[in-house]
């Protein structure tokens, strides 16, 4: 049974940084790419970041140029470098397995799919 795990969120100025990291356990992420999502309150779920096996990325408008998505095979963890944090970025975040494309990444939810519990991001002065 595979899991994922997210850790680093926390309260953060604007204009600051965090790290984000999810551990996977039960899977290798040579067998699933590793995306992350966001959820706030009374916005929908938004896709932020995905890595392919390739080592191509996706990141949503909202983030490009703040964020960076990278792995650590060997510790099998997925990190999302965020800076310049700004009042658009609470949220919760999750990573999950997903398919990864050029514009878009898709959690399917599947049998073979995992989500993580989410680590909450606040960003306030």
């Known amino acids: 049974q595979g899991q994922l795990v997210e850790s680093g969120g926390g309260l953060v100025q604007p204009g600051g940084s965090l790290r984000l990291s999810c551990v996977a356990s039960?899977?290798?992420?040579?067998?699933?790419?590793i995306g992350w999502f966001r959820q706030a309150p009374g916005k929908e779920r938004e896709g932020v970041s995905c890595m392919r096996r390739s080592g191509t990325t996706y990141y949503a408008d909202s983030v490009k140029g703040r964020f960076t998505i990278s792995t650590d095979n060997a510790k099998s963890t997925v990190y999302l470098q965020m800076n310049n944090l700004d009042t658009e970025d609470p949220a919760v975040y999750h990573c999950?397995?997903?398919?990864?494309?050029?514009?878009?990444?898709?959690?399917?939810?599947?049998?073979?799919?995992?989500w993580g519990q989410g680590t909450q991001v606040t960003v306030s002065s």
């Open positions: 999950a397995t997903v398919l990864c494309y050029d514009n878009y990444l898709l959690y399917r939810g599947d049998e073979l799919d995992y």
């Open positions: 039960g899977f290798t992420l040579d067998d699933y790419p």
